[in-house]
């Protein structure tokens, strides 16, 4: 996950060479227990990391999996979703309505429609929306594709592995607060409304800023818990840094407010 920039720009100086063809798309298998495995398909590679299958994806398959009823007959939406595996996993679980949101690029918003067909039933597949959506900005189409009986948002809101953008927490904690639904009276404590991101610290020296990601929503008055540790193969075998803590996804409730115990 390492890069870099480059330090000069010399526009047309010089011709550019012929830039490689994309590479062709790839698939990633999600091997689950009470339900068929998944077949992801990722773009063949993209600057928004939408051609890897991320550890917290796995995570969050897993956890929705065993905690059925975050999901059952409840609206979802997922920010930054890449190849989908975590809403998928909830359309399964019975979500009345899952809307699935990457960055609104052609390539983006296509796989993850392909990843819909190919994996839902056709039942299952009417209840999910796929949009191009930038973080931060109006969520007026997001918010339209909710039944008219929605009108005060989406119960889960999913994040998984998104908070390395830290020039984007801001942007993120907007979009969630103007989407997650309001806690009413009649809620089941466990399951209210609620906005679940799932990471991993895969530059450990930068993860302070990671959780910069929950100091900022804490500030802005939301409660943050961990409820999620889980161990697996790190995502870069060769990155530096150490691998302990690059291997591990960590999982986190954020509410509005006291909502009581949540499913470990």
Not at 155 to 160: E, F, R
Not at 187 to 204: E, N, Q
Not at 251 to 263: A, L, N, V
Request: charged share 20%; glycine share 8%.
């Amino acid at each position: 996950m390492q890069g870099g920039e480059e330090d000069l720009y010399l526009g047309d100086v010089f011709t550019e060479p012929p830039r490689p063809p994309t590479p062709p798309p790839t698939f990633a298998t999600c091997t689950r227990n009470a339900f068929p495995d998944l077949k992801i398909r990722l773009v063949g590679s993209h600057p928004l990391w939408a051609h890897h299958l991320w550890n917290a994806a796995l995570a969050f398959a897993s956890y929705i999996d065993s905690n059925p009823k975050i999901a059952r007959d409840r609206y979802v939406l997922e920010l930054g979703a890449g190849g989908g595996l975590p809403g998928l996993v909830a359309a399964q679980n019975g979500a009345k309505k899952v809307v699935l949101t990457d960055y609104p690029e052609a390539v983006l918003i296509d796989n993850l429609e392909f990843n819909a067909r190919q994996n839902l039933s056709p039942d299952e597949k009417d209840h999910v929306e796929t949009q191009g959506y930038m973080w931060g900005h109006p969520v007026d189409s997001i918010m339209r594709a909710l039944p008219k009986d929605a009108s005060t948002g989406f119960h889960l809101i999913i994040l998984s592995d998104l908070i390395f953008n830290h020039s984007q927490h801001d942007a993120l904690l907007k979009s969630c607060d103007m989407c997650l639904a309001s806690r009413s009276a009649n809620d089941d404590a466990s399951i209210a409304p609620c906005v679940l991101v799932f990471y991993s610290h895969h530059r450990p020296h930068l993860a302070d800023r990671d959780l910069g990601f929950f100091r900022k929503a804490q500030a802005a008055g939301w409660v943050c818990e961990e409820i999620v540790t889980r161990k697996y193969p790190p995502m870069f075998p060769e990155d530096p840094g150490e691998e302990e803590v690059r291997a591990t996804v960590l999982g986190w409730r954020m509410t509005r407010g006291d909502t009581g115990d949540f499913p470990h």
